[in-house]
């Protein structure tokens, strides 16, 4: 079973296979990452790389906007092609560094705005669907519906329209295509985490664990609460997938669902 500890102190390294870890995750992006991985590899330890994709700082034509022109900061929409290179560019990048045993995908998927206090309903999840350039061409014919539908919804509680669930299998659509690209270009086995947002944006924004079958090794959750565990529990789980919460925040290890 892996049990790997998440370190950023190369101090940490030393006494990790004496307290009962058998591999280790890092940043990818961690400023010491040579050090840690010199470390690592002189005890023999197996590395898995996290990368943070849709990253990207402050505001730009490729960050997620909604219906009321409000944009999330700090990411980009995973619909953009510009967006969708950097990705590759980076897994490429990450890959060719090191003879990882893994990379950790992070971040791959459409980011929700956070919630407020005013928020009723599906509020939230309404003020955080994209139409941003690349998704209303995505949206094509139902686009302008999908506007409407998302304005009334975020001021009033609605009843769901057809064409959300038409946008929630685009949105997945866009992942998959996403994922696949990243599969196809590195050889290092990957591990998805995936149903990251699952509280804003329900787990039919999130590539399932079926759907990523056959381009993933594995995948990690982080179940922010019973509820989502259980229903995580509840999945298909054609590989093994990893629990990265409720043992020690920092942890990685042990559980698989
Ligand atoms: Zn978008």
Redesign the pocket.
């Known amino acids: 079973m892996l049990r790997s500890l998440t370190v950023s102190d190369p101090q940490q390294i030393d006494s990790l296979q004496d307290a009962g870890f058998n591999a280790m995750h890092v940043e990818a992006s961690a400023p010491n990452l040579s050090i840690l991985l010199e470390v690592a590899a002189k005890h023999s330890l197996p590395v898995y790389g996290r990368i943070r994709l849709l990253a990207r700082p402050g505001l730009s034509d490729t960050s ?2 909604n219906t009321l022109g409000q944009q999330v900061e700090g990411a980009e ?4 092609p510009l967006a969708q290179d950097r990705c590759l560019q980076l897994c490429e990048r990450v890959a060719a560094q090191f003879p990882w045993a893994g990379l950790q995908l992070m971040g791959l998927g ?1 980011r929700s705005f956070p919630a407020q206090a005013t928020d009723h309903g599906d509020a939230n999840f309404y003020r955080s669907i ?6 209303q061409y995505g949206y094509g014919a139902a686009g302008s519906i999908l506007e409407h539908v998302a304005r009334e919804a975020i001021e009033t509680p609605s009843p769901k329209h057809p064409t959300v669930d038409t946008m929630l299998l685009w949105r997945r659509s866009v992942q998959y295509g996403l994922l696949r690209q990243i599969h196809d270009l590195v050889s290092t086995p990957l591990c998805l985490h995936t149903a990251a947002e699952l509280r804003y944006t329900g787990d039919r924004s999130s590539l399932t664990f079926e759907e990523a079958k056959g381009l993933v090794a594995s995948c990690s959750v982080d179940p922010e609460s019973p509820e989502d565990l259980a229903r995580l529990t509840s999945l298909p789980r054609p590989m093994p997938v990893y629990c990265t919460s409720n043992i020690a925040p920092e942890s990685f290890s042990g559980v698989i669902l």
């Open positions: 997620p906007t929409c995973p619909s953009q459409f994209c139409f941003c350039a690349a998704c």
